[in-house]
């Protein structure tokens, strides 16, 4: 009997903490997730100065042909306007075609002097004849259209060639005043140049005016000629003679427009307004068809783009926002989360640690806020 109690009280004891442990044992259990998921907290690293870069659209401005850039008209991180000239390449083959084009004209005055001199011989043979002047009136009137005609197409090679020289010049003289507001180069050159270029336009002037009365007057000589051929004999034979010269004539008008093009082309345009990023040619370089010669950035970023690591990826969502800071550390204001990456991508070495190391993570893009610079450093960190 002196045995038996203390092992009947050690089992009730035994049995009764059992079941008070088997009680706490979910709350204890709990209580350590709960002290887990905060310890957790604590020794993540928050989301703090995440580096980020302004982006705006850009584009290349590409020489059109293989030449010599003989004018570069702006400088780096100059505000350029749409549509503007920012380099020029050399017109010497230009001029040199149109010299082409001009003694082309000649040998073609030539041929229809020739022609015209033997369809006269013809006609007032064939009047004397017949007794009859239609011939003679007919060729006076085919004259004067081929005439107009030739007068015309040298008139345009005249005016092409001027505009190419005033683009040259308004180039140039546009270049110097940029020049001379910052003291590089003097008043006299300047003013050699802009008075070249009204010059010029001067004359480019006379020459459109010259031009189209030319027109008009092919367009009433083929009017004459049209009334008085239906009832003149002897038509078709002086038509035949005259056709290959006609197309001729064409063709060389078709060769003029095709160089006036091509004196157009020599000049670099900007096709949008903002600041030149990178200059990739100087003046005097030989530059290759599809060379980047000029960057221009639209001034107005469209987007911010940053990289988070992998550690952090989940403190951030889709339409999250940010605060923006420039380096010191002025607020920009708030951006927007627009998308996150799926999958890790290779940071670009602007904003490496180390640019020699390679370092991944998710790309993460925001929207602007407006008064960010092109290409510009910024940090983001969560907003309050």
């Known amino acids: 009997m002196g045995t038996w109690q203390p092992t009947a009280t050690r089992a009730r004891f035994v ?18 997730a709960v002290f887990g998921l905060f310890w957790l907290a604590e020794i993540t690293p928050a ?24 004018t570069l008209a702006v400088q ?8 503007q000239v920012v380099a020029r390449l050399d017109d010497r083959d230009v001029h040199l075609r149109l010299k082409q084009a001009n003694f082309e004209l000649e040998r073609l005055r030539a041929d229809m002097a020739r022609v015209q001199s033997d369809l006269e011989r ?44 005033m683009q040259g010049a308004s180039v140039e003289a546009d270049r110097l005043g940029t020049l001379a507001t910052k003291g590089i180069t003097g008043e006299p050159e300047l003013l050699r140049w802009r008075t070249e270029r009204d010059a010029l336009k001067k004359r480019i002037d006379e020459l459109q005016t010259l031009y189209d009365e030319h027109r008009t007057r092919i367009a009433t000589a083929k009017g004459r000629l049209a009334e008085f051929a239906p009832s003149t004999p002897g038509t078709l034979p002086i038509d035949t003679a005259l056709a290959p010269l006609r197309w001729q004539l064409k063709e060389q008008e078709a060769r003029i427009d095709r160089i006036a ?16 990023a990178s200059i990739n040619a100087q003046a005097g370089e ?22 988070i690591a992998d550690s952090q990826r989940s403190r951030l969502d889709p339409q999250q926002s940010l605060q923006v800071r420039r380096s010191d550390t002025s607020l920009l204001g708030n951006a927007t989360i627009l998308s996150i990456s799926p999958n890790v991508v290779l940071l ?4 490496r640690r180390d640019p020699k190391r390679e370092e991944w993570g998710y790309e993460v893009v925001l929207a602007a806020t407006g008064a960010e610079l092109p290409g510009e450093r910024l940090l983001l960190s969560p907003a309050r």
């Not at 093009?261 to 030149?276: F, T």
């Open 76 to 83: 780096l991180h100059q505000l350029v306007d749409i549509d």
């Open 47 to 70: 989301i703090q100065r995440l580096p980020a870069v302004a982006e705006s659209n850009s584009t290349l401005v590409l020489a059109p042909t293989d030449g010599r850039l003989t």
């Open 122 to 165: 013809d006609a007032k043979a064939t009047a004397d004849e017949h007794g009859l002047a239609t011939g003679v009136e007919l060729r006076r009137l085919v004259s004067a259209v081929e005439a107009a005609q030739l007068a015309a197409v040298s008139t345009r090679a005249e005016l092409e060639e001027a505009r190419i020289r």
């Open 261 to 276: 093009l091509d004196a157009q082309a020599l000049d670099l345009r900007s096709p949008i307004r903002g600041h030149v």
């Open 286 to 307: 030989w530059t290759m068809a599809g060379r980047t010669v000029v960057t221009v950035v639209d001034p107005t970023p469209r987007r911010l783009v940053a990289y």
């Open 348 to 351: 670009p070495e602007r904003l």
């Open 15 to 32: 049995q009764r903490h059992r079941h008070l442990a088997g009680r706490a044992l979910p709350l204890l259990i709990w209580s350590g």
